[in-house]
Structure formats: C-alpha cells, structure tokens
C-alpha cells in the first residue's frame, strides 16, 4: 500500500499528461469537447480510474467513448513516460455523471424556488404544479393575505433566521471567546 501523498500527487500527474495527451496529441476526428475530471489510483497503483465529462449530446459522448476505447493505449504510454513507478497503472475511462446531475440539481432548485416566490406573492399553489404536490385545497396557510403581501424571500438574510440554536444567546455564551 502506498502513501496517500505519494497516491495524490501520482493522480495528479496522471490527470495532467492525460488531459495534454487528449488536448493535443490525441489526433482523432471523433475527439469532442473532453474534459478529465479527476484520477482515483488504487493502494497498489495497479489500477487509475480516469472520470471524464463531455460537453454536448448524448451522441458526442457516445463518440467520446470509442475514442477513448481506441486511444487508451496510446495515452497509457503518454503517461507511462512521466510517471516514476516501476509498473504503470491500467487506465480505466468512466464518465463523470455528476456534472448532468449537478445541473438536474440546479434545476430543481430554481424550480423550487419560483414555485416558492409564487406561493408568497398569491398565497396559493401555480395552477401548473407538478404531479404528487398538494393541492391547492390542501395547503395549509399559516400565514394570513396580508402577511405573505409584505413578504419578500429576496430580502430574508439566512444568519438572521433562527433555526432553533441549542446555545445561549449573549456574551456569555460557553465555548465562545
């Protein structure tokens, strides 16, 4: 098992030379906006997994991954050149999911938000709600009319809420200098 700092700082360099391997060397029509993620080597530094995203279609990253099928050898041996190790780690090409779901997440959460400013500026649900959302009947307002009018959630400041803090308040607050 090998140092995770010495593991590091082989990704690290891995991830370099793949990414100038790809970038430039790498002369393959079906070569697509490929970006390298990041480089998972194991203790033994037998086995590198390389995550990588592609911008664009499904397609283009259909194209992404045969080239990568194709030219894994060729950029093992790019590699191999820069790395000081007795043995080189096989190379294992994944695609990097998180960037797609990343971008789910913050659609969700404008979403979220808008469906929110609606309910405070109406009082009530859009008439276009998602499946599986309250209706409208069934919300519970605990605010009246009046109240939701005068609010504004661009203007709430999240370290004036009070989320039920278990310390004290005051000076005299333990643990606090």
Known sequence: MANPRTIAKLEARIHERAAHALEFE?????NVLVTITRVELSNDLSHAKI?????????????AEHMLASAGGFIQR???RVLETRKVPHLHWIYDEAIEQAQELDS??????ERD???????????????????SDE????????ELDGLDLDDVDPDEVDADDDEPEGDDAPGRV
């Open 26 to 30: 790498v002369r393959d029509p079906r």
């Open 51 to 63: 995550f990588y995203s592609v911008l664009g279609s499904k397609a283009e990253r259909s194209k």
């Open 78 to 80: 790019q590699v191999a």
């Open 108 to 113: 969700a959460i404008r979403k979220a938000l």
């Open 117 to 135: 400013r609606i309910i405070a500026q109406t009082g009530k649900p859009p008439e276009d709600d998602e499946e599986g959302a309250p209706a």
């Open 139 to 146: 919300v519970e307002d605990d605010l009246g009319d009046e």
